[in-house]
Structures are given as structure tokens and as C-alpha cells.
């Protein structure tokens, strides 16, 4: 398990941290690692709030108040990615497009060849927020056009999907495909924008997309607002919740049990699956594939993101 890895932080930092709150208060030159790494490190865990480095001493802190402060701090980004796009999707009601990194695309046949155009002119990387399922909901969803050329070419491909689209069968199966091919997906409750941005080379807002006939497109060209928009995707991606590609649509609007919130309060209070299943009357085995189930069905890789994600769900 490596809790402070989960958020970023380098494994230097995340071993001295370790080290300090098992042996307290030490001198800094003490510290098992390289000199050139050090100061990083612990400005890492410094503005984690996890320790301060005071005459030559690192202390460590306390990690529930300093991480319950972090999640704060993205839930108020989140707030401001939400409020940001709201924003942007107004913008081109209200102002005429006349500055010269912006260009209209009129029509549902261009939007469509506009997308497959990023898609296609991809190198490195697509980032991409999703609304929901493009066309009515009588059709049945399909893989944009390109994707899985573009991830077959090595492109890597990061999507935030809205969490309606998952409660369609059929979309959910079309994002199962990409999510087989290389896909990165998350999943959050709450998209507001559809945007498309290729290697910084382009971005591509949809409007209009539950409407074929209506759907139309504003293309980014480099500029201000394209750095903008590269900046929401990333504040709504540090949010999300990874989807795993075996969760099913039930699961997504699942509740924990009763005995399932109960295994969760354990895990966050910190026992171990031995105490766990003598609380809950079962197995060792059984509390390790209950936790390996909720893990997947929240897309957590390890324990504390279990934690971080169930709290985000408001089911601890």
C-alpha cells in the first residue's frame, strides 16, 4: 500500500514520511536519503501539511486533519471547474467569434469530421470530457470514430464521462470497449461541457450533443483559452472516480449495505482484516473480497483510495 503515492507524491517524500512518524522529530541531515532528492521531498510533504522543517529538525504532522484539508481544497476546485465551464459554454452565445483562434463548425456532418480530425492528427495525447451518449436516446451509442485507431497507435487517451452515460446499457458497453483498448476513463457525477483537446494543438467544444440535427462545434486554436480549457479537464480528471472495465450499470447507482458501511467505518478507523471479520462474524477471506469488490466498483487501487473515494460518495 503506498497512501501518499495515490496522490502524487514521490516515493523519496513518501519514505521519509514513514520514517518520521516512526522515529519523531529528526535532524534533517539524518534523513536515509540522497541530499540532491531531500529538499524536494520534503517540500512535497510540507505542502501536503504533513511536515515542517524548523532549525535543521523535520516533525512530522498528524495525516488526518493535513489530508482532510487536500480533499477540501479539490472539492473547491471542483466547484470552480464546474462554475469555469458553465462559463465557457455560455461564451459563444453571448460574443461575436471574431478572434482568431476560434472557429465555428455549423453543422452535425462537420462536427463529426472535426472530431475525427483530432482524433486522426493525435500524437501524443486526447484529453477529453464527455457529456453523455452522442445522438437520441433511441439510437444506440457507438466508439467515436478514430478512437481506437488513435489508442492503437499508442495515443493515450484520458476521458471524464458524466455519470449519466453509464446508466445506458449500450453506452456503457461502448466505453467497456475503449476502456479494453487503453483507455483511461473516469467517471464524474457532474460534466456541464463536451470537449475534445489533441496535443495542445487543438480543442474542439460540442454543443447540441442528445440532438443530432442541433449539434454544432466551437475549434480551439493555441491561445489563452485553450489553456483554460486544458486546465478544467485536469481539475474535473483529479476529481473523478476511475471506472474499472468489469463494473456493471447496477453498480453505479449501488449503496453500500448496512454491513457494508460498517466494514468501511472499520477500514477507516483502521483495523485489520483480522479484527474486521471477528467484528463482522466471517472469514478473513471474506472481508478481503468484500474490500476487493467495493475497491472495484469505486475504481481504487489500493485501501486509502477506497477510503478517499467511498468518502466522496458519501457512503462513510
Known amino acids: 500500500m503506498k497512501p501518499l503515492q495515490a496522490l502524487g507524491v514521490s516515493p523519496t517524500a513518501e519514505?521519509?514520511?514513514f520514517a518520521l512518524a516512526e522515529a519523531?522529530?529528526?535532524?534533517?541531515?539524518?534523513?536515509?536519503?540522497?541530499?540532491?532528492?531531500?529538499?524536494?521531498?520534503?517540500?512535497?510533504?510540507?505542502?501536503l501539511g504533513l511536515v515542517t522543517v524548523a532549525d535543521g529538525y523535520a516533525s512530522p504532522l498528524p495525516p488526518l486533519s493535513a489530508l482532510e484539508a487536500y480533499a477540501d481544497r479539490h472539492t473547491r476546485e471542483a466547484l470552480m471547474a464546474r462554475e469555469s465551464a458553465a462559463i465557457l459554454a455560455r461564451f459563444w452565445h453571448d460574443h461575436q467569434l471574431s478572434a482568431r483562434y476560434l472557429e465555428a463548425v455549423t453543422t452535425s456532418e462537420g462536427t463529426t469530421a472535426i472530431q475525427r480530425r483530432l482524433l486522426d492528427r493525435a500524437e501524443r495525447e486526447v484529453r477529453a470530457l464527455v457529456l453523455g451518449p452522442v445522438g437520441r436516446p433511441s439510437e444506440t451509442p457507438r466508439v467515436a470514430a478514430g478512437t481506437l485507431e488513435a489508442l492503437a497507435r499508442g495515443v493515450t487517451i484520458r476521458a471524464v464521462y458524466g455519470a449519466e452515460i453509464l446508466?445506458?446499457?449500450?453506452?456503457?458497453?461502448?466505453?467497456?470497449?475503449?476502456?479494453?483498448?487503453?483507455?483511461?476513463?473516469?467517471?464524474?457525477?457532474?460534466?456541464?461541457?463536451?470537449?475534445?483537446?489533441?496535443?495542445?494543438?487543438?480543442?474542439?467544444?460540442?454543443f447540441g450533443v442528445?440532438?443530432?440535427?442541433?449539434?454544432?462545434?466551437?475549434?480551439?486554436?493555441?491561445?489563452?483559452?485553450?489553456?483554460?480549457?486544458?486546465?478544467?479537464?485536469?481539475?474535473?480528471?483529479?476529481?473523478?472516480?476511475?471506472?474499472?472495465?468489469?463494473?456493471?450499470?447496477?453498480?453505479?447507482?449501488?449503496?453500500?449495505?448496512?454491513?457494508?458501511?460498517?466494514?468501511?467505518?472499520?477500514?477507516?478507523?483502521?483495523?485489520t482484516d483480522e479484527s474486521i471479520a471477528r467484528e463482522l462474524g466471517?472469514?478473513?477471506?471474506?472481508?478481503?473480497?468484500?474490500?476487493?469488490?467495493?475497491?472495484?466498483?469505486?475504481?481504487?487501487?489500493?485501501?486509502?483510495?477506497?477510503?478517499?473515494?467511498?468518502?466522496?460518495?458519501?457512503?462513510?
Open 15 to 17: 519514505a521519509i514520511y
Open 24 to 47: 519523531g522529530p529528526s535532524p534533517v541531515e539524518a534523513l536515509p536519503t540522497p541530499r540532491e532528492e531531500l529538499g524536494q521531498a520534503l517540500a512535497e510533504l510540507e505542502s
Open 167 to 206: 446508466r445506458r446499457p449500450a453506452a456503457l458497453a461502448a466505453l467497456r470497449t475503449c476502456v479494453e483498448a487503453g483507455e483511461q476513463a473516469r467517471v464524474f457525477p457532474d460534466i456541464s461541457i463536451h470537449m475534445l483537446i489533441g496535443d495542445d494543438r487543438e480543442a474542439v467544444l460540442i
Open 210 to 271: 442528445g440532438n443530432p440535427q442541433a449539434r454544432h462545434a466551437i475549434v480551439v486554436q493555441p491561445s489563452g483559452l485553450m489553456t483554460g480549457l486544458a486546465g478544467i479537464f485536469e481539475s474535473f480528471w483529479r476529481l473523478a472516480v476511475p471506472l474499472a472495465a468489469t463494473v456493471e450499470t447496477n453498480d453505479l447507482d449501488a449503496r453500500p449495505t448496512t454491513e457494508g458501511r460498517r466494514l468501511l467505518s472499520y477500514l477507516s478507523a483502521g483495523l
Open 282 to 316: 466471517v472469514s478473513e477471506r471474506t472481508v478481503a473480497r468484500r474490500i476487493a469488490r467495493l475497491q472495484e466498483i469505486l475504481g481504487a487501487q489500493t485501501r486509502f483510495q477506497l477510503g478517499v473515494q467511498a468518502s466522496r460518495q458519501g457512503w462513510i
